[in-house]
């Protein structure tokens, strides 16, 4: 996945059944997940884990099922590679989305 500019939010998408692996190819980004109580009602207060993911400094961020997701590029032409553990058609009926703003962890804090 590459976003078109720093601070591009993709957020908030979720699954039931399906788990993730992301990794940073390019620049950085941060990365929210948050356990969704029910996907169909989450709960607004439940608070998201914030990671932020570098390819300067390698690792992997697992995502297991259950959790919603949410991505935002930090650098110009940032790519983040994403594993799944479901095919795309799997995918499809296991697939809850939310407003970027749902649970709202994109504050940046310059230094």
Do not use: C, Q
């Not at 993709?10 to 399906?18: P, V």
């Not at 190819?25 to 109580?37: D, E, P, R, T, Y």
Request: proline share 5%.
């Amino acid at each position: 996945m590459e976003n078109h500019s720093i601070g591009f939010i993709r957020a908030w998408h979720g699954h039931l059944l399906e788990g993730k692996a992301m990794i940073a190819l390019a620049g950085s980004f941060v990365i929210g997940v948050v356990k969704m109580s029910t996907a169909d009602n989450p709960d607004k207060n439940s608070i998201p884990e914030r990671y932020v993911v570098s390819a300067d400094n390698p690792s992997v961020l697992i995502i297991p099922p259950g959790y919603a997701n949410g991505t935002m590029s930090l650098t110009a032409s940032a790519k983040l590679l994403i594993f799944s553990d479901s095919t795309v058609e799997e995918s499809k009926s296991d697939d809850y989305r939310y407003p970027h703003d749902f649970w709202d962890i994109w504050k940046v804090d310059y230094r």
